[in-house]
């Protein structure tokens, strides 16, 4: 493997969807996390806990930092190419790039999630007050469909990703097997609403963006490995 022409570069993507995850949880965490938790409640009051500059720095640091995940999913898809699975490395790599184009989309618009919930935890009249919901109603019924775009792409990815890599048709061993991002997505919701919220609150404002990090992580380790085997 390290006489691969190619080689640098899976090591280059790998590292930079490596970055690209942890720019992007760094900006997500900083718009989303609050203490007290409450990600799953529908007026989104957790947002009014949280400052405006962090509002402001996490949006713009997440959005910024997201494409390279459109990287990320190339080097991804070329670890299955280059084990045997051409057809499933080229599907996973368009249908990763395109579920995180969308994604980002969903990304750039929790700003005004966020900036309406302000606006009403700041108070008015009751019209106001009115309006202001009504419009978090619409910010909300456009925004929250597209993150199941990406869930939807996960646990598609995440079928080959199984079944595949158990097969031996990849360049990761076996055992990445387990590593399928559903699972990892799954592991953290099943953290924060049944075994420990305290540790689940930090991990889900960010929750793909962890799962991707110990992805790309993997990825990076065990390009490492095939080098000093060749």
């Given at each position: 493997?390290?006489?691969?022409?190619?080689?640098?570069?899976?090591?280059?993507?790998?590292?930079?969807?490596?970055?690209?995850?942890?720019?992007?949880?760094?900006?997500?965490?900083?718009?989303?996390?609050?203490?007290?938790?409450?990600?799953?409640?529908?007026?989104?009051?957790?947002?009014?806990?949280?400052?405006?500059?962090?509002?402001?720095?996490?949006?713009?640091?997440?959005?910024?930092?997201?494409?390279?995940?459109?990287?990320?999913?190339?080097?991804?898809?070329?670890?299955?190419?280059?084990?045997?699975?051409?057809?499933?490395?080229?599907?996973?790599?368009?249908?990763?790039?395109?579920?995180?184009?969308?994604?980002?989309?969903?990304?750039?618009?929790?700003?005004?999630?966020?900036?309406?919930?302000?606006?009403?935890?700041?108070?008015?009249?009751?019209?106001?007050?009115?309006?202001?919901?009504?419009?978090?109603?619409?910010?909300?019924?456009?925004?929250?469909?597209?993150?199941?775009?990406?869930?939807?792409?996960?646990?598609?990815?995440?079928?080959?990703?199984?079944?595949?890599?158990?097969?031996?048709?990849?360049?990761?061993?076996?055992?990445?097997?387990?590593?399928?991002?559903?699972?990892?997505?799954?592991?953290?919701?099943?953290?924060?609403?049944?075994?420990?919220?305290?540790?689940?609150?930090?991990?889900?404002p960010a929750a793909m963006n962890v799962v991707h990090v110990i992805i790309f992580a993997l990825s990076i380790y065990v390009l490492r490995g095939l080098q000093k085997i060749s």
């Amino acid at each position: 493997m390290s006489t691969d022409s190619n080689y640098k570069l899976l090591v280059i993507t790998a590292w930079l969807g490596l970055i690209g995850a942890f720019f992007v949880g760094v900006g997500e965490f900083s718009l989303q996390f609050s203490q007290l938790g409450g990600y799953d409640a529908e007026d989104y009051n957790y947002f009014a806990r949280i400052s405006e500059a962090r509002l402001t720095y996490g949006h713009f640091f997440s959005v910024l930092a997201a494409p390279l995940y459109v990287i990320g999913y190339w080097h991804l898809g070329q670890m299955f190419v280059r084990g045997g699975s051409v057809k499933s490395g080229w599907f996973i790599t368009m249908i990763g790039g395109y579920a995180f184009v969308v994604g980002t989309a969903w990304l750039g618009g929790r700003v005004y999630l966020a900036y309406t919930a302000h606006a009403i935890a700041s108070g008015g009249s009751e019209e106001t007050l009115l309006a202001l919901t009504t419009l978090l109603g619409v910010f909300s019924e456009h925004n929250e469909p597209l993150v199941n775009t990406l869930r939807l792409a996960m646990l598609i990815i995440s079928v080959l990703w199984v079944v595949l890599i158990a097969q031996g048709k990849t360049l990761y061993p076996r055992w990445v097997a387990i590593f399928s991002p559903i699972a990892l997505l799954l592991t953290i919701f099943v953290i924060y609403f049944y075994i420990s919220p305290a540790l689940g609150v930090w991990l889900l404002p960010a929750a793909m963006n962890v799962v991707h990090v110990i992805i790309f992580a993997l990825s990076i380790y065990v390009l490492r490995g095939l080098q000093k085997i060749s």
